[in-house]
């Protein structure tokens, strides 16, 4: 056996980054500033939508319904807003996991 001959080395692919979780953890922002749940979001959506298209659909989904949310919160008299601290859980963990999950009662605002 010749200790010399090293193996090729194969191409490590890198895992695919969950771009859906970061656009669900920025929702977070909004403990950080007001209106953060919509600014986070819509600043990685307006960067990197035209690069990487799983970003542009699922800006589009997080973005309309946190804009949703909010308007759910207003019409409520904040009520809304402990609705959608849970269902924001809920996507995160579903995000993480890189299982889908469609956002309740969300208007569809940018198409």
């Given at each position: 056996?010749?200790?010399d001959?090293?193996?090729?080395?194969l191409?490590?692919?890198a895992?695919p980054t969950?771009?859906?979780?970061y656009m669900?953890?920025?929702?977070?922002t909004?403990?950080?500033?007001?209106?953060g749940?919509?600014a986070g979001?819509l600043i990685l959506w307006?960067v990197k939508?035209d690069?990487i298209?799983?970003?542009?659909?699922?800006?589009?989904?997080v973005?309309?319904?946190n804009?949703?949310?909010?308007l759910?919160?207003?019409?409520?008299?904040?009520?809304g807003?402990?609705?959608w601290i849970?269902?924001?859980?809920?996507?995160?963990?579903?995000?993480?996991?890189?299982?889908?999950?469609?956002?309740?009662w969300?208007i569809?605002?940018?198409?």
């Open positions: 056996m010749n200790s001959t090293t193996p090729p080395h191409p490590v692919s895992p969950n771009w859906r979780l669900e953890l920025l929702s977070l909004v403990f950080i500033f007001p209106l749940h919509i979001p307006l939508k690069t298209p799983e970003v542009n659909e699922e800006g589009k989904r973005l309309n319904f804009l949703s949310w909010t759910w919160s207003i019409v409520t008299c904040g009520l807003f402990v609705a849970i269902i924001d859980i809920i996507s995160i963990l579903k995000a993480a996991n890189r299982e889908s999950f469609n956002h309740p969300t569809r605002f940018l198409k």
